[in-house]
């Protein structure tokens, strides 16, 4: 139940960091620890987080006599419901569409749109081709995967007649399951939005936003197959509030400080002008625009009947199938490769370790110095930073072979330092008897050593499983897929508790009857049982 609860763990890791998150609101910028109305608390997620500007906008409102609190969180479901509950008082990562709908999804009361901000128009990219009637049947497109942009990249491509989306859809809850037809057989790679711009290369045209283009030396206007146009695209940016700060000084302070001549210098300086501000939209800060009446008397979400949900599972069924078999195939390639070439490394590490049986320091100290390096790394960084390693070896960063890679450098080390400990538990003195009847050394490592640890070792492939299966869930991040990236697309970003619940289910069971099987074994190697 233990390595269950981890990988449910794994699986809800976002909801995991709002918590740490939550610690710092408390600390920084709950509102009841402000009651002095000098100060506005302000959150923002990692999507559109930027380091450097934060300042500016802080030193900003503080030269108009106010304090700004603030907060990163890597989510963009509970921005607004933590606003709404007064939690923190603004939130400035979404676009209008996105607002809206999350709005009337939820039944929000008490968050409405405070002010625009800026424009940051999207388009298709290519290292390849130069013009959309240029690309080939069966091309690979590249687009963010979460709901608040993937629907707009999907939108974009049927508005340019690359293909055909179920009518009705709203933009944010769109997906590639609503495509009702794509005749030129386009693949789509879904990736996260923050590695759409590494990931360019491996498409054949991807879905970029501006600022993303301009630090990549790329010129929107220019080198755009495709762009957005501000006269007529709804995705403007916007600060959401709880309704509690409208007409208040401090939001008022808050929004000179996005629109102050500091800021545009920064955005000039840094994006040209691929950025668009939007102050000439805003009313006054004092009183609630037209978006916000509408937010103020949101209709109560229709309640899912059993026959909802179970017509909800029926359409992800392909989806999950497909899901399941790149899980299957990330560990069925990680683990064999991570004992193949871990169970050497461990042994080596064991031999020439201090007072063990050769006499080789220096090489200790190399390969202990490499595993823990490797260790030492969280999945999600050596993932990102392996991905040049990972076009080299696979030919491609993107898609399930993209995530294997790394996660077989990973398993490598982490099962390495499992075969040194439990070589290290074999009972010296029959490795010294096999000694003393002139056993070789290979035969005291594979009839002696190995004979001996083979239940320890049996039960460290178990744990091995078990924490990729958990680790295979970051494999979203570069569209590798599987089942934990499926249950965070639909089951929390979609708002699809069902499909949730039941994807943690079976990996529960799935879980379970590893560890079932690996005890059994365990048990059945064991000589003291």
């Not at 399951?177 to 879904?190: C, G, M, P, Y």
């Not at 199938?321 to 990680?334: D, H, N, R, S």
């Not at 070789?440 to 924490?467: N, P």
Request: a positive charge.
């Amino acid at each position: 139940m233990t390595y269950a609860l981890r990988l449910v763990s794994h699986l809800l890791i976002m909801v995991a960091l709002l918590g740490c998150s939550l610690a710092a609101l408390a600390e920084g910028v709950s509102p009841s620890k402000n009651p002095d109305e000098k100060t506005i608390s302000l959150i923002m997620s990692d999507a559109g987080f930027n380091a450097e500007l934060v300042p500016l906008i802080k030193a900003e409102v503080e030269k108009q006599g106010f304090v700004l609190r603030w907060v990163v969180i890597n989510d963009i479901i509970q921005p607004n419901k933590l606003v709404d509950d007064l939690q923190a008082e603004a939130n400035s990562f979404q676009h209008e569409p996105y607002f809206d709908q999350f709005v009337h999804d939820h039944g929000l009361h008490n968050i409405v749109r405070g002010f625009y901000t800026t424009f940051t128009p999207s388009g298709l990219y290519s290292r390849k081709y130069k013009s959309l009637a240029d690309l080939p049947d069966g091309a690979t497109i590249g687009i963010p995967v979460d709901p608040a942009n993937n629907g707009r990249a999907l939108f974009m491509l049927r508005d340019k007649g690359l293909l055909q989306l179920r009518p009705g859809v709203p933009v944010t809850h769109a997906s590639t399951r609503d495509i009702t037809a794509n005749h030129r057989r386009f693949k789509f790679r879904e990736v996260d939005q923050l590695m759409l711009l590494r990931t360019l290369d491996d498409v054949d045209v991807g879905f970029l936003f501006a600022g993303n283009a301009v630090l990549a030396g790329i010129n929107p206007r220019k080198d755009a197959l495709a762009l957005e146009d501000v006269a007529d695209s709804p995705y403007k940016g916007v600060v959401a509030v709880h309704r509690s700060v409208l007409g208040t000084a401090r939001l008022e302070a808050l929004r000179r400080a996005y629109h102050s001549e500091a800021v545009r210098a920064y955005f000039k300086k840094r994006y040209g002008d691929a950025i668009i501000f939007l102050d000439y939209l805003n009313q006054s800060a004092g009183s609630p625009s037209p978006a916000a009446a509408v937010a103020s008397t949101p209709p109560t979400p229709r309640q899912k009947t059993w026959a909802d949900r179970l017509a909800v599972l029926r359409a992800a069924g392909p989806e999950f199938l497909k899901a399941t078999g790149e899980t299957l195939f990330m560990l069925v390639v990680t683990i064999p490769l991570a004992v193949l070439l871990g169970a050497p490394l461990g042994t080596v590490l064991f031999l020439t370790r201090p007072g063990s049986f050769v006499h080789a320091p220096r090489l200790y100290v190399a390969l202990n110095t490499v595993v823990n390096f490797v260790r030492s790394f969280p999945f999600l960084i050596l993932l990102i930073a392996m991905i040049p390693i990972t076009k080299l070896i696979v030919g491609s960063a993107l898609g399930t072979l993209g995530a294997v890679v790394p996660m077989v450098v990973n398993s490598i080390p982490y099962f390495a330092r499992f075969v040194e400990q439990n070589l290290l538990e074999v009972n010296r003195g029959v490795v010294e008897a096999a000694e003393s009847m002139g056993a070789t050394r290979a035969q005291i490592i594979w009839k002696v050593l190995y004979a001996e640890a083979r239940s320890g070792l049996a039960g460290s492939v178990t744990i091995l499983t078990v924490s990729f299966l958990s680790y295979s869930t970051v494999a979203g991040l570069v569209g590798g897929g599987g089942i934990g990236d499926f249950a965070i697309r639909y089951g929390y970003y979609r708002y699809q508790t069902e499909i949730m619940v039941v994807t943690i289910a079976i990996i529960i069971v799935f879980v379970q009857l590893l560890q079932f099987g690996g005890n059994a074994l365990v048990r059945k190697l064991d000589k003291r049982i």
